[in-house]
């Protein structure tokens, strides 16, 4: 079984940055896929990044050049850094890990841009 634990979420101004962290826990094996997906209300939930454990990565066309994913793997820790945010990034972000073929998900963490 595996937890996965967000944080950083927060309410910013649009243009401004926030990063956010997936912390996991339990049993974490290698050739794992770690991902960023978001929610809006009254919207389907969307992918917004991953990244595989060899490094390949992945970004919505709407993220490209403002998001950037990463993990350390090491501390079983993902990361999304989100710089010029605007408003239409205002979601519920979760977090999470696909692994021997079964998804695990986060709580969500919220993340609001006011213009």
């Known amino acids: 079984q595996v937890q996965l634990v967000e944080s950083g979420g927060g309410l910013v101004q649009a243009g401004g940055s926030l990063r956010l962290s997936c912390a996991a826990s339990?049993?974490?094996?290698?050739?794992?896929?770690m991902g960023w997906y978001r929610q809006a209300p009254g919207e389907q939930r969307e992918l917004v990044a991953t990244?595989?454990?060899?490094?390949?990565?992945y970004y919505v066309d709407s993220v490209k050049g403002r998001f950037t994913i990463s993990r350390d793997d090491a501390k079983n820790t993902g990361y999304l850094q989100m710089n010029s945010l605007k408003p239409e990034d205002t979601a519920v972000y979760y977090c999470n890990l696909w692994q021997r073929l079964v998804n695990y998900w986060g709580q969500g963490t919220q993340v609001t841009v006011s213009s």
């Open positions: 339990g049993n974490i094996f290698s050739g794992t896929v």
């Open positions: 990244m595989s454990s060899s490094g390949r990565t």
